[in-house]
């Protein structure tokens, strides 16, 4: 049986990046953050290849983790907002890379997370499937719950702190 000690091995680098924390100031699903969706997403993952010893566990970790590191604000009309659904799996993997230095795997993981809404890219690995299994558990228990919170849209200019990181 695989150890927390290993999830946090492979996380601690990605939870105490400066721009993964970031990710505590940027919505994804109702009221909860980027940054607490894509730990949740990770410890599903985690959890679902607990006994599996042919899964790369490192790259489910951390896959997992960075698969919404796209770094903006999406709930503001406009492109982004109309497009993010499609557009947000590659540049997430595009920022994972940059600053995380991924492995093709991991990248492959991050890029194909929101199949079927990104039916053009199926997951090529097992650990894709895991990936992008996890994250739809968790972001419909997001969406369904809310966790008893209603989250209006914000002001542009409250986002002015995040740095955006050019792909």
Known sequence: MKKRALFDEYARDILEHELFQQGKRIFSHGAV????????????????????????????????????????????????????GWAHPAIAAE????????????????????????????????????????DKQIALKEALLRRGRRRTLRDPADFTGVQEISS
């Open 33 to 84: 953050t980027i940054y607490e969706h894509s730990i949740e997403v990770a410890e599903k993952a985690f959890s679902m290849i607990e006994d599996d010893e042919t899964i790369d566990t490192r790259c489910v970790v951390r896959a997992a983790l960075l698969h919404d590191f796209f770094l903006y604000e999406w709930h503001i009309p406009g492109w982004r907002y109309i497009m993010h």
């Open 95 to 134: 920022k994972a890379r940059e600053v995380f230095g991924i492995s093709d795997k991991e990248y492959s993981c991050i890029k194909t997370h929101m199949w079927p809404w990104t039916f053009w890219r199926l997951p090529r690995c097992r650990e894709g499937w895991i990936i992008s299994w996890a």
